[in-house]
C-alpha cells in the first residue's frame, strides 16, 4: 500500500467524519463498510501506525455512533471499532473511551440498547480488549475502570440473551486470568451474584459458562467463611445436574481451586466433594476427564507435605481383600481426603434427604470418602453406620444398591477388629432390617473373624428379636448372613466340638427363619437359600439332610414358646410352629415334643390357628413313612404312631356341633387318611380301634370329610365281620352320595373289604359267612344297578368292583346275576357284563 500524506488523511477523516454525521441511515451505513474493508484490507505490519493515525480522528465519531438511533449504523460502529483494535497495540486512551462507551450503552440498570446482536458486539468487543491487553502484558491499565467493566459484565451476565451471557462469563474468565487479585477482589462478590443466577438456566451451556466464571472468579474473592460458603452452596446442587458436562465443569472448578487456591487449605472440606462427586460419575467422560485432573492435585499436595506423606506411603499398604475393580488413588490423593474426614458426618446427613437423587448423591460421594480415606476413617464408623444402615433399605433400588456397594467397601478397608465391636452393638440395640443389611455386607467383605465373634453372632440372631421376625426382607438377610457364617467358619480355629455349637446355631436359626418364611408364603428364592445354608451344615456335620433334622430339630421345635393364649393363625408363634412342621414333618426324635407343643395350640390359640396347625399336620402325615419309618430301625414307630393318633387325631373324629368342631373332623379324618396312604402296614395297629367312629365319619355333613373317609375304609384289614359290618354297610350307602366322586369311590371301596372269619365253633363261622354273604349280595345288587348309570365314572367304578367281587364270590355273582337279569331293561348289556367277568359260566335264563 502506498504511503498516503498527511494532507490526504486529514482530509479523508474529515470526509469520512462528515460522512458520519449524515442523517441517512443507507449513507453511513454504506460508509462505514467500506471503512471496515479498508481497514480489514490493512493487515502489513507496516500499516500499523496508518491505521493507529486514523482511528485517533476517527473513533470519537465511531463511538458517537454506538447511540445511533439505527442498528445497522451502532452495527457497523462496533465491527470497524473491533477491526481498528485487532490490528492496533493497546493504549490506555482508547480503552477508557471504549470501556466508557460500553457502560453507557450496556451498563445501566434499565436495558438502553434494544438489539440482542448488538449487545452480544458490545460484550464481544469488552472480551477482545481483556485479550488484547493482557495478550499484551499490559493488563495494568484497567486499573482505572475495573468498575466500568464490573457495570458492563453484571449486566451482561443478567442479559435475557443466552448467548450475551456466555460471551460475558468468557469475558470473565479472560479478565480473572490475568488480574490482579488485590484490584478485583472488592468487585467479586456482585459479580459472584450475577452469575450464581446463571446457575439455574434453561440452556446447559449457560450453566457451564457460569460455573466456569465463578471457578476462576474463587480465585480472586475474598476468604471469609460467608462468601465461600455461599459459593459452594450455590454450585454444589449442580453435581446432580442432568447434562454430563455441567457436572464435569463443577468438577475442573473443584480442581482449580485445589490447585490455585491461595486458602485451600483451609477450604479442602468444601472443594474436595465437587471433584470427588465426579469420579463416581454416571458418564465415563466426565470420570475420564477428572480423574487425571484429580491424579494431578493429589502430586501437588504429595510434592506440599512429602515429609509426612512419604513415611506414611511405606506402611500404608492395600488390604489382601482391596476391590478388584477399583484402582487405589494415590498417596496424595488419598492424604488429601484423610485430613478432611469431619465432611463425613455431613455427607451422611444427606443419605436421609427426601429428594431421591440428593441421597444417591450423597452415597456416591460417601463411597469415593471411604476409597480415599480407608482405615484412617475406622474412627468415624460410629458416626455413620446408622445413616448408612438406613440407605441399605431405601425404597429406590438404585439408593440401596449404592448404599451396598458402600458397606461393602467400608468392610474392606475399615479396620476390622475396631469396627466389629461396633456392628455388634449396633445390631444388639437396633434389631431392624437396615442395620442387618449393613452389617452383613460389611461382615461378608471383611477378612477378619473368629469363633469366638461367629459364636456370638450366632446366639444374636437366635434371639426372637431375629430370628422369629416376620419380615421377609430381614428373614433374606438373616439367611444370607448364615451363609457368611459358614464361609467364615473355614478359616477360624476351633475344636470340634465347638465348630459343632456353632453349627448346630446356625442350623437352628436357619430353620426357624425358613418356617416363618414358609408360612409367610415367601419368595421361593429367600427359601432356596435357607436350603442351601441347612445342606451345608449338613455336610459340614458329615450328615444327611434327614439325619440333621432327627439331630437338631428339637432345639428349633423347644423354641417356640408363648402358645398358650387365644393366638389368632397370623401370630409369630402359630406361623413358627406351622412352618416347622411344613419343613421338618413329624419325625421320632422330636413326636414327642411336637405333640405337646400341638395339644397346647388345640387347647388354647383360636379356632383358625387350630385348624393351620391341623392342616399343616395332615400335610406332614403323607411323608410318614419315609420320616418314621427309616430302614435301619422300626422297632418303635408302630407305638409312635399310636401315640400320635391317640393324642392328635382321635378326639376329634367323634362327632361334636359347631363350625369348628367341623372343620377340625375333617382335618382329623384328613390326617387318618394321609397316614393309611403313607404307612399302610402300620397303621393297621391303630385302625381297629377307630373302627367305631367310622360310619357317622361316612355319613358326615361335610363332604369333604366323607371324602377322606371313604378313601380310608380299604385299609381297615384284619377285623371281624361284627367289627367291619357297620362300616361296609355305612360305605354302601356311600353309593348314594350327592358327590359324585365319593360314589365312585364308594364303589370301589367296597369290593375291596374283606373281613377275618373266626369264632370258637363251625356254627360261628359259618354264621359270619352267611352275615357277610349278605352284604356282598347287596353289594352286588347296587353296583350292578349302577352300572347302568349313564355316568361314566360311577358305570366304570361299579364293573371294576364286580369284577373283584365275581373273581371272590362266583355263586353269589350268578345268582345277583340272574335276579337282575328278570328286572333289569338292558338284558343284553347285562349279559355281556356278565360273560365278561363270570369265571364258572353257569348260563343265566333271560325273562322271556
Known amino acids: 500500500m502506498s504511503q498516503i500524506k498527511e494532507e490526504e488523511i486529514e482530509e479523508n477523516t474529515k470526509n469520512a467524519c462528515k460522512e458520519l454525521e449524515s442523517t441517512d441511515r443507507a449513507h453511513k451505513t454504506k460508509i462505514l463498510k467500506q471503512m471496515l474493508e479498508w481497514v480489514e484490507s490493512c493487515n502489513e505490519e ?339 453406620y446408622p445413616d448408612v444402615s438406613h440407605a441399605c433399605c431405601d425404597a429406590v433400588a438404585e439408593v440401596s444398591a449404592e448404599a451396598a456397594k458402600v458397606a461393602d467397601l467400608m468392610g474392606r478397608l475399615l479396620c476390622y477388629d475396631a469396627w466389629i465391636e461396633h456392628g455388634f452393638d449396633g445390631l444388639q440395640r437396633n434389631a431392624r432390617e437396615s442395620y442387618m443389611k449393613c452389617f452383613y455386607y460389611m461382615f461378608t467383605a471383611s477378612n477378619g473373624a473368629s469363633y469366638e465373634h461367629l459364636i456370638r453372632l450366632g446366639k444374636l440372631l437366635r434371639d426372637t428379636e431375629y430370628s422369629h421376625t416376620l419380615k421377609p426382607g430381614f428373614q433374606l438377610y438373616i439367611l444370607k448372613l448364615l451363609d457368611t457364617m459358614l464361609d467364615k467358619s473355614l478359616k477360624v480355629t476351633a475344636t470340634q466340638e465347638e465348630l459343632q455349637s456353632l453349627y448346630e446355631s446356625i442350623y437352628v436359626v436357619g430353620i426357624k427363619v425358613m418356617a416363618l418364611g414358609y408360612s409367610l408364603n415367601s419368595d421361593n428364592s429367600d427359601l432356596n437359600v435357607g436350603q442351601r445354608v441347612m445342606e451345608r451344615v449338613a455336610q459340614f456335620l458329615d450328615l444327611t439332610l434327614d439325619q440333621l433334622h432327627e439331630r437338631c430339630f428339637h432345639l428349633a421345635l423347644a423354641d417356640v414358646q408363648n402358645l398358650d393364649a387365644a393366638l389368632e393363625d397370623n401370630v409369630e408363634p402359630v406361623l413358627l410352629l406351622d412352618g416347622l412342621i411344613n419343613i421338618g414333618h413329624l419325625r421320632r426324635s422330636y413326636l414327642k415334643l411336637l405333640i405337646e407343643r400341638v395339644k397346647i395350640v388345640f387347647e388354647y390359640c383360636s379356632p383358625n390357628a387350630q385348624i393351620r396347625i391341623f392342616s399343616s399336620l395332615s400335610m406332614a402325615a403323607l411323608h410318614w413313612s419315609s420320616t418314621m419309618l427309616p430302614a435301619e430301625d422300626t422297632q418303635d414307630s408302630p407305638s409312635m404312631l399310636k401315640t400320635f393318633v391317640s393324642d392328635i387325631v382321635e378326639p376329634y373324629l367323634m362327632w361334636k356341633a359347631g363350625a369348628n368342631a367341623e372343620s377340625m373332623r375333617t382335618l382329623a379324618m384328613a390326617t387318618l387318611c394321609a397316614l393309611s396312604q403313607s404307612a399302610p402296614e402300620a397303621v393297621l395297629e391303630v385302625l381297629p380301634s377307630l373302627v367305631q367312629h367310622m360310619p357317622s365319619l361316612l355319613e358326615d355333613r361335610n363332604s369333604s370329610t366323607r371324602n377322606y373317609a371313604i378313601k380310608t375304609v380299604h385299609y381297615f384289614r384284619g377285623l371281624s365281620v361284627e367289627e367291619l359290618k357297620p362300616l361296609a354297610y355305612a360305605a354302601m350307602q356311600r353309593m348314594d352320595d350327592p358327590s359324585a366322586g365319593i360314589r365312585s369311590m364308594a364303589a370301589l371301596a367296597v369290593s375291596k373289604l374283606s373281613p377275618v372269619f373266626q369264632g370258637d365253633s363251625e356254627e360261628d363261622v359259618k354264621h359270619q359267612h352267611e352275615v357277610w354273604d349278605t352284604f356282598i349280595k347287596r353289594a352286588m345288587d347296587l353296583l350292578l344297578l349302577y352300572h347302568e348309570s349313564p355316568e361314566k365314572d360311577i358305570k366304570k367304578a361299579a364293573e371294576l368292583s364286580l369284577e373283584n367281587l365275581a373273581i371272590d364270590h362266583p355263586e353269589a355273582w350268578t345268582e345277583r346275576c340272574q335276579h337282575a337279569l328278570n328286572m333289569s331293561h338292558k338284558q343284553d348289556e347285562l349279559l355281556k357284563l356278565y360273560e365278561k367277568l363270570s369265571i364258572n359260566k353257569v348260563p343265566l335264563q333271560p325273562k322271556n
Open 46 to 384: 507496516g500499516n500499523t501506525e496508518l491505521l493507529a493515525d486514523y482511528f485517533d480522528r476517527l473513533y470519537l465519531h465511531l463511538l458517537k455512533c454506538y447511540h445511533d438511533r439505527f442498528e445497522s449504523v451502532r452495527d457497523g460502529a462496533v465491527r470497524l471499532v473491533d477491526a481498528y483494535l485487532e490490528r492496533l497495540p493497546p493504549m490506555d486512551f482508547n480503552l477508557l473511551n471504549v470501556v466508557s462507551t460500553l457502560t453507557e450503552r450496556m451498563g445501566q440498570a434499565e436495558t438502553v440498547e434494544p438489539s440482542e446482536e448488538i449487545r452480544l458486539l458490545y460484550i464481544g468487543q469488552l472480551h477482545l480488549m481483556v485479550r488484547k491487553y493482557a495478550k499484551m502484558g499490559n493488563v495494568g491499565v484497567f486499573r482505572e475502570c475495573y468498575n466500568l467493566l464490573v457495570k458492563v459484565l453484571n449486566k451482561a451476565i443478567r442479559d435475557e440473551y443466552p448467548v450475551v451471557q456466555r460471551e460475558a462469563c468468557t469475558t470473565l474468565v479472560a479478565l480473572c486470568a490475568v488480574a490482579e487479585t488485590a484490584e478485583l477482589r472488592p468487585y467479586t462478590e456482585q459479580l459472584a451474584v450475577a452469575l450464581y443466577g446463571m446457575l439455574n438456566h434453561k440452556h446447559a451451556p449457560a450453566r457451564i459458562s457460569a460455573v466456569e466464571a465463578l471457578g476462576r472468579l474463587s480465585l480472586h474473592m475474598d476468604a471469609s467463611a460467608e462468601s465461600m460458603r455461599r459459593l459452594f452452596g450455590e454450585v454444589s446442587p449442580l453435581l446432580m445436574d442432568r447434562m454430563p458436562l455441567v457436572r464435569r465443569e463443577v468438577g475442573i472448578m473443584g480442581v482449580l481451586m485445589l490447585m490455585d487456591l491461595l486458602d485451600r487449605y483451609s477450604f479442602f472440606e468444601r472443594i474436595l466433594p465437587l471433584v470427588l462427586c465426579c469420579l463416581k460419575d454416571d458418564s465415563p467422560e466426565v470420570r475420564s476427564h477428572i480423574l487425571p485432573l484429580w491424579v494431578k492435585c493429589g502430586k501437588q499436595y504429595y510434592d506440599e507435605n512429602e515429609a509426612e506423606l512419604s513415611q506414611q506411603e511405606i506402611s500404608d499398604l492395600p488390604v489382601d481383600n482391596y476391590p478388584k475393580d477399583v484402582k487405589r488413588p494415590t498417596i496424595g490423593c488419598r492424604g488429601l481426603v484423610q485430613r478432611s474426614l469431619r465432611l463425613l458426618t455431613l455427607i451422611t446427613r444427606e443419605t436421609t434427604d427426601w429428594k431421591d437423587n440428593v441421597r444417591l448423591h450423597s452415597l456416591k460421594l460417601l463411597y469415593q470418602f471411604v476409597v480415599h480415606a480407608e482405615a484412617a476413617m475406622t474412627a468415624k464408623f460410629y458416626e455413620i
